[in-house]
């Protein structure tokens, strides 16, 4: 079993930045789809950002500009950097992996954008 160890959240002032790192426990197969998702109190999971092996990556609409997803395939290691963060952006926010084999999720960490 893999775990992804979830990093970086924390309090910040609106308009403030944060970095999200992700790591893999141990070595998996580069070719996946790496990504972060989010859920905020009385809403449903939603997707925030996803990188396939090759770097292409896709945005949530809400996070285009100021989000950006990065992957170091060497360190098995997902990052996002979070700036111009709102208060809309509180949420758990959550790491994932998968390919057609397998489909890992972290634990959760917490942002917190005060207005």
């Known amino acids: 079993q893999v775990q992804l160890v979830e990093s970086g959240g924390g309090l910040v002032q609106a308009g403030g930045s944060l970095r999200l790192s992700c790591a893999a426990s141990?070595?998996?197969?580069?070719?996946?789809?790496m990504g972060w998702y989010r859920q905020a109190p009385g809403k449903q999971r939603e997707m925030v950002a996803v990188?396939?092996?090759?770097?292409?990556?896709n945005y949530a609409d809400s996070v285009k500009g100021r989000f950006t997803i990065s992957r170091d395939n060497a360190k098995n290691t997902v990052y996002l950097q979070m700036n111009n963060l709102k208060p809309e952006d509180t949420a758990v926010y959550y790491c994932?992996?998968?390919?057609?084999?397998?489909?890992?999720w972290g634990q959760g960490t917490q942002v917190t954008v005060s207005s």
């Open positions: 994932n992996t998968y390919n057609y084999y397998y489909d890992y």
């Open positions: 141990r070595i998996i197969p580069n070719i996946n789809t």
């Open positions: 990188i396939i092996s090759g770097g292409n990556t």
